[in-house]
């Protein structure tokens, strides 16, 4: 069994910043690349950044500039450094990452359960 959880989204006031966290647990043999994506009411899931094993970084055009992605690879943990929150950005963010099991050969694709933002004055 392996899970994503996150934590660290709240209410936050337009220019204020936040931090997520995304911890994966279980038996987990190796995380490959991670990601995070939001969901805001009515539209579809889409990428925010993502960061491979090796730390290289892919940032959508919204959040460059402001989001920064990190991991800690020893504590199989994913981070998003969001400042200059904008009313755009509430939404679910969902941490994604493509992880090999011990139990299986090949790498499977896991989501956490989401965590809400709310920028808002």
């Known amino acids: 069994q392996v899970q994503l959880v996150e934590s660290g989204g709240g209410l936050v006031q337009p220019g204020g910043s936040l931090r997520l966290s995304c911890s994966a647990s279980?038996?987990?043999?190796?995380?490959?690349?991670m990601g995070w994506y939001r969901q805001a009411p009515g539209k579809q899931r889409e990428l925010v950044a993502s960061i491979t094993g090796g730390g290289t970084t892919n940032y959508a055009d919204s959040g460059k500039g402001r989001f920064t992605i990190s991991r800690d690879n020893a504590k199989n943990t994913l981070y998003l450094q969001m400042n200059s929150l904008k009313p755009e950005d509430t939404a679910v963010y969902y941490c994604n990452a493509d992880i090999r099991p011990y139990w299986y050969s090949a790498s499977v694709h896991y989501w956490g359960q989401g965590t809400q933002v709310t920028v808002s004055s």
């Open positions: 279980g038996s987990i043999f190796m995380v490959n690349a």
